[in-house]
């Protein structure tokens, strides 16, 4: 699957736009995680825990969208996109999207 947040591929021609997918996915941070981050931020510096969940939740996201985009039938993803939000206190959402195309070599 091409992913791209461009709206061209290079060297590739759109031949049939699918219509918009996306991936979502809410994460939870735990006690043990936010005892921590507490503990680091009275000192400073990058908070390691938060930084991995945000990633995982990100491929994840990226995942569900392309799962999507497949049942689609697309074979490429453009204008590619993150958002993010908060859920209550201690959760976050994560969301990818783009518009399902599919696209051929020129």
Do not use: C, H, W
Request: glycine share 10%.
């Amino acid at each position: 699957m091409i992913i791209v947040t461009t709206e061209k591929i290079a060297n590739y021609k759109i031949t049939e736009v699918k219509g918009p997918v996306f991936g979502l996915t809410v994460r939870a941070r735990g006690l043990g995680k936010d005892i921590v981050a507490s503990l680091k931020g009275l000192v400073g510096g990058e908070i390691n825990q938060y930084t991995e969940m945000l990633e995982d939740a990100r491929k994840q996201a990226i995942d569900r969208m392309v799962a999507n985009a497949q049942a689609m039938g697309a074979n490429a993803i453009i204008m590619m996109r993150f958002d993010s939000g908060e859920i209550g206190q201690n959760m976050s959402e994560i969301v990818a999207y783009g518009t399902a195309v599919i696209a051929e070599k020129e």
